[in-house]
C-alpha cells in the first residue's frame, strides 16, 4: 500500500497501523487508510492511545477532546471515526457521504457475514494471525453462522491462512472440514497439495479413495508449475537482486527487508 505525505504538521514519532502494517505521521495518512480500507478501521481503532496520538503528535488538542466525549458518551465507532475525518477536512462531505454509505451497507450484513468479509480482508494485508482469529470466532459461534456452503468457506480460508503461515497439520485438519460440509473438489485438491509440501501431513483414505490416479497426475502437476513459478516471484527476485549488490548496499537492503518482514510477521503470528 502507499499513503500519501501531506504538507500538514507532520508527527515527530509514527503511528503504526497494524490493519495495514505501515507507519503514519500525519492526519491525512490515517485518513488516506481509513477512507480506503473502511473494514480494517470502523470497529474500535480509534481507543485512547490514538486519541491521545492525535493530541500529542499531531497537535489537534481541541478534536482529541471532542474524540474522547463521543467515545465516553458511547457513540458508535465509526461515527466517531467520520467526526475525525470532518476536521481533518482532507476529503469533501461527498466523498465522506459516500463513505458513510459504505459502511452503512457493511453494516447491514448479517454479523457472520460481516466477520468473515473482515477477516478475508486481513488475509489481503497478510494479518494472517488476526485473520485465523476471526475466522475461529464465527465458527465457535455455532446457530446463525449461515448454510453449510458459507461454513465451508470460512473453514477453507482458515486453512488457507493455517498453510501460509506453515501450520499444516491444522490445516489439513481445517480442510478436511470445509471438504466434509461441501464435497468441493478444488479443497480437496488443496488438501493433497499439503501432502506433497509435507508428507508428514497425510490425506485420509476415505479422501483418496475419492480421487482418480489420474486426477492427482493432474495435480502434481499443477504443484510443479506452481513451484516453478513461485522461483520467479517478486520477493524471491529481490533477494537475489540483494545478493548482487555491493557489501555495504547489500548490508543495507537485508536490513530494510527483514524489518519488513518482521512487521509482516506481526500479523501472521
Known sequence: MSVIVCRQKRAKHPY???????NIYTCQELCYGIYHHPLLFMDGIMDQNLV??????FGMGFVAARLEQRIKS???PEEVL?????ECDYYTTAELNRLRQTVAGLKKLPGFEYAKRKADYLVQFKQ????????EEILEAGDGRGDDLFVSRVWNNLGACRARIFQFKEAMEAFGRSYEKKKDMAVLERMYHLTLLNPKVQLKEEYRSEVSRE??????K???QAKEAAKESEEVKRIRELFEKDSVRRLDGAAALVEEWKQEYRGMA
Open 128 to 135: 494472517y494471525g488476526r485473520a485465523i482469529a476471526g475466522y
Open 222 to 224: 499443477d504443484f510443479e
Open 52 to 57: 491521545d496520538y492525535i493530541r500529542d503528535e
Open 82 to 86: 467520520f467526526l475525525f475525518m470532518q
Open 74 to 76: 458511547g457513540d458508535r
Open 215 to 220: 486426477l492427482m497426475s493432474r495435480w502434481e
Open 16 to 22: 503504526f497501523l497494524e490493519g495495514l502494517g505501515v
